[in-house]
C-alpha cells in the first residue's frame, strides 16, 4: 500500500513539471520584447562658431628677458678738499646758499634728491674761501711778476743803446737779456697757478656732467669731502636707456645660420628692431633696436650678451628694471593663421575641424607654428580661407553636420603691434 501512494506522488511530480514547461515554451518571449534597442548616430545638427583660415604677412620672434640699464651712470666726487656747506636738498627743505668771506650768500643749490637735472645744474658746494684765497695769492703774485718784467724789458732797452756806445760790457747786457727770459718764466708759470686756482675754485661748485636722475645724497652739511675721493651723488640717464639680455647658443647658431643663407641680416651690419615690454604691461609697447653684440659666448653659460636701446622721453624706463624682450628671428613671410581656440589636441597631435561640403566637419592634422597674440601660424595642414570651428570642439566628431553661427570675433582684423609684433 505505502509502495502504491508513492509511485502516485512521483507521476504528479512528473505531471507537474511537464505542464509547467508546456506553458513556458508558449508564453511570448517578454524580456526580449522589452531590450533596449542600439543607439543610432545622433542626426541633431549641431552649432558651432567657425571662423576662415587669413593669410597674413608676418615675422618669426624670439623672446628673452633682460634688464635696463642707464647709458651714462655718473659717480659724482668732490674734485677739490673741503667742508661741504650745500648738497642735494632732502624732500622739499629750503635751501641754503653759499658764502663768500663777508658770509654773502652766493649760490643756492636748487635741486631735490631723485630730481631730474640737466647738464650743468648745481649740486653740491663746497667751503670757495680757501681757493678764493689761493686764487688771490696767485694773482697778486702774477701782477707784480708782470710789474718786474716791464722794467726789465726797459732796461735791457737801455742796455741796446749803452752797449751802442760801448757803454757797457757784453756781459752786462747779456745778465739783462737773461733777467727779462727768467720773468717770462715766471710769469708763465703764474699763470698757470692762476688758472689752476680759478678751476679749484670753480670745483667748488659741483655741477651735473650730464642730464638724468640724481640719487641721493651720500655725504651730509659740514662733513669734511677729499678731493676725487668722496662720492656726492649719483646721476644716471634714461633718455635713451639700454636694455641687456642674454641669449642662448643655439638661437645664436640658428641666427647664424639663416644668416649664411641670406635669410636675415647681421646685427653688426643693420639696425635691427626689436620691442620691450615690461613686467606690467602687456605686449610690447616700446620700440628699440640691438645697439651691440658681444664678440664672444659665455663658455660657463653658453649665452652671448646682447644689448638693445630705446628712446625713453617719457622717462616710464628707468635702470635696473625687469623686461621682456622680442626679437626679430625670421625675415617677413606669408603665413596662415587661425584663432588659438580653434586648435585641439589628441593622441594624434594638434587637429582642427574643417567645415566642408554639406556642412561637415573633418579632422584635420596640423603642424603649429608661433603664437601672434590670439592667432597661430599653421605651418602645414591647412589653407587660407577654409573655415575651422573656433567653439564647441567637444561637442562634434567626424562627419558631424553642423549649423554655422556668428562668431564672437572676427579674424583678419590686424593685431594690436605691442601685442603681436609682426602684423602689416
Same mark, same amino acid.
Given at each position: 500500500?505505502?509502495?502504491?501512494?508513492?509511485?502516485?506522488?512521483?507521476m504528479d511530480r512528473a505531471s #507537474?513539471?511537464?505542464?509547467? /514547461?508546456?506553458?513556458?515554451?508558449?508564453? @511570448?518571449? %517578454?524580456?526580449?520584447?522589452?531590450?533596449?534597442?542600439?543607439?543610432?548616430?545622433?542626426?541633431? $545638427?549641431i @552649432?558651432?562658431? $567657425?571662423?576662415?583660415?587669413?593669410?597674413?604677412?608676418?615675422?618669426?620672434?624670439?623672446?628673452? /628677458?633682460?634688464?635696463?640699464?642707464?647709458?651714462?651712470? $655718473?659717480?659724482?666726487?668732490?674734485?677739490?678738499?673741503?667742508?661741504?656747506?650745500?648738497?642735494?636738498?632732502? %624732500?622739499?627743505?629750503?635751501?641754503?646758499?653759499?658764502? !663768500?668771506? &663777508?658770509?654773502?650768500?652766493?649760490?643756492?643749490?636748487q635741486v631735490d634728491e631723485g630730481e631730474a637735472v640737466k647738464t %650743468?645744474? =648745481?649740486?653740491?658746494?663746497? !667751503? @670757495?674761501?680757501?681757493?678764493?684765497?689761493? =686764487?688771490?695769492?696767485?694773482?697778486?703774485? =702774477?701782477?707784480?711778476? !708782470?710789474a718786474r718784467l716791464r722794467q726789465a724789458?726797459?732796461? =735791457?732797452?737801455?742796455? !741796446?743803446?749803452?752797449?751802442?756806445?760801448?757803454?757797457?760790457?757784453?756781459?752786462?747786457?747779456?745778465?739783462?737779456?737773461? *733777467?727779462?727770459a727768467e720773468l717770462q718764466g715766471q710769469i708763465e708759470n703764474l699763470k698757470a697757478t692762476v688758472a689752476r686756482n680759478k678751476l679749484d675754485l670753480e670745483f667748488t661748485q659741483v655741477r651735473s656732467p650730464i642730464d638724468g636722475l640724481l640719487g641721493r645724497s651720500l655725504v651730509t652739511n659740514g662733513n669734511l669731502v677729499n678731493a676725487d675721493s668722496t662720492i656726492l651723488t649719483t646721476v644716471v640717464s634714461i633718455d635713451p636707456i639700454y636694455v641687456d639680455f642674454n641669449v642662448d647658443e643655439q638661437s645664436v647658431l640658428d641666427y647664424r645660420s639663416r644668416m649664411l643663407e641670406g635669410k636675415v641680416k647681421s646685427a653688426r651690419d643693420t639696425q635691427i628692431a626689436i620691442r620691450l615690454g615690461l613686467a606690467n604691461e602687456a605686449g610690447y609697447p616700446h620700440e628699440g633696436t640691438i645697439d651691440f653684440v658681444n664678440n664672444r659666448? &659665455?663658455?660657463? /653659460?653658453?649665452?652671448?650678451?646682447?644689448?638693445?636701446?630705446?628712446?625713453?622721453?617719457?622717462?616710464?624706463?628707468?635702470p635696473g628694471l625687469f623686461a621682456r624682450i622680442q626679437v626679430?628671428?625670421?625675415a617677413e613671410y606669408q603665413a596662415t593663421l587661425i584663432p588659438t581656440t580653434a586648435i585641439g589636441m589628441d593622441q594624434q597631435g594638434r587637429y582642427v575641424m574643417v567645415v566642408g561640403d554639406g556642412n561637415k566637419v573633418a579632422r584635420r592634422s596640423i603642424t603649429p607654428g608661433e603664437l601672434k597674440g590670439n592667432m597661430t601660424v599653421i605651418r602645414k595642414g591647412?589653407?587660407?580661407?577654409?573655415?575651422?570651428?573656433?567653439?564647441?570642439?567637444?561637442?562634434?566628431?567626424?562627419?558631424?553636420?553642423?549649423?554655422?553661427?556668428? *562668431?564672437?570675433?572676427? #579674424? %583678419?582684423?590686424?593685431?594690436k603691434s605691442a601685442e603681436t609684433g609682426d602684423s602689416k
Open positions: 500500500m505505502e509502495f502504491t501512494v508513492c509511485r502516485v506522488n512521483l #507537474l513539471i511537464t505542464f509547467a /514547461t508546456v506553458v513556458l515554451f508558449l508564453l @511570448p518571449s %517578454g524580456c526580449q520584447s522589452q531590450a533596449p534597442a542600439s543607439p543610432k548616430p545622433s542626426t541633431a $545638427v @552649432p558651432v562658431e $567657425v571662423q576662415p583660415a587669413t593669410s597674413r604677412i608676418v615675422v618669426d620672434y624670439r623672446e628673452y /628677458t633682460g634688464r635696463t640699464a642707464a647709458v651714462n651712470a $655718473v659717480e659724482i666726487r668732490a674734485r677739490v678738499s673741503g667742508y661741504l656747506i650745500q648738497s642735494p636738498r632732502s %624732500g622739499r627743505s629750503a635751501a641754503s646758499g653759499s658764502v !663768500d668771506a &663777508d658770509h654773502n650768500v652766493l649760490h643756492a643749490v %650743468g645744474d =648745481l649740486l653740491a658746494v663746497i !667751503d @670757495p674761501r680757501p681757493y678764493e684765497l689761493a =686764487l688771490r695769492q696767485s694773482q697778486g703774485s =702774477l701782477d707784480a711778476a !708782470d724789458q726797459q732796461d =735791457l732797452s737801455r742796455s !741796446d743803446s749803452l752797449l751802442d756806445k760801448k757803454a757797457i760790457s757784453q756781459g752786462e747786457y747779456d745778465k739783462a737779456v737773461a *733777467a727779462v659666448t &659665455d663658455p660657463d /653659460t653658453g649665452n652671448t650678451r646682447i644689448r638693445g636701446m630705446f628712446r625713453n622721453p617719457s622717462g616710464i624706463l628707468s626679430p628671428f625670421t591647412l589653407q587660407p580661407g577654409e573655415n575651422v570651428v573656433t567653439s564647441g570642439l567637444q561637442k562634434i566628431r567626424p562627419g558631424s553636420e553642423v549649423r554655422i553661427e556668428t *562668431a564672437t570675433e572676427e #579674424l %583678419g582684423g590686424p593685431q
